[in-house]
Every structure is written in C-alpha cells, then in structure tokens.
C-alpha cells in the first residue's frame, strides 16, 4: 500500500491528474463556443441556421455531417488554443531554461613546431623542447 501511495503523490501523477480536469472543463468551454457562437456565425454568413441540421440519408441510415463539422471545428479551436496557450510558452520557457553554456576559454595552445596542445603560460614545450612565444 505504501508503494501505490508514493505512486499517487509522484509530482507526475498529480500533475496530470490536474491536466485532465483542466482540459475537459476547457473543452467545454470551447464546445460551447463552438456550438453557441462560432456556428451560428459561420452558419448567418453561410445561410444555414445550424450545422448539426445537415444531415443525409442513404438506404434509411441517417448521416450527421452537420455534427461531425460542429466536432472538428471544435477540435480545430481547441488544438489551437492549446497550442498558443500552452504549447509554445512552454517551449520558450524551456528554451530560455536550458540555454547552452557558453563554451569556456581555452587553457591550452598548439606548439607552433610540433602542434602538441600545451598550457598558455607555457615558454618552452614539454614535448618538443622549442621556445614557443608567449
């Protein structure tokens, strides 16, 4: 039982947990926009007085394309506004978090006889034993 508490407290579960309720209260949100603005916006400049009207039949099975518009106009607003409000700041958070450090100074130079790397305060290389200018 201890295993499956320390599961549940995991900041991972917990945080997802508060995702999920979050964006299906969002998605109602936006459902509702969908369906009680959005469509019978499109649906004026259009001519149609609701999309979830239009419907087709063929071999006594009905069709509901209105319905499926009304669901993928939905998930367009919803996609996108996940996507603006959630998805790009955080990549420019995380961008912003992990900047690459900058590369550090070199602490060593080539010998200009023998191109072995030596330190920079060195006068005379360990290698080739000539003079190096400082």
């Known amino acids: 039982m201890a295993g499956f508490k320390d599961f549940l407290l995991r900041g991972n579960v917990v945080d997802l ?3 999920v309720v979050i964006g299906a209260a969002f998605g109602g949100v936006v459902t509702a926009f969908t369906k009680d603005l959005l469509t019978p916006l499109i649906a004026a400049i259009a ?3 609701d999309f979830s009207a ?3 039949e063929l071999n006594g099975s009905k069709f509901l394309v209105g319905d499926f518009i009304n669901a993928i106009v939905s998930f367009l607003l919803v996609a996108t506004a996940v996507y603006y409000f959630v998805v790009l700041p955080m990549n420019t958070l995380m961008a912003k978090v992990n900047k690459p450090a900058p590369p550090a100074a070199p602490t060593t130079k080539p010998c200009p006889e023998c191109l072995s790397e030596i330190p920079l305060a060195a006068k005379k290389c360990a290698f080739c034993t000539s003079a190096v200018a400082a």
């Open 54 to 56: 239009i419907v087709f």
């Open 47 to 49: 001519g149609k007085p």
């Open 17 to 19: 947990a508060v995702g």
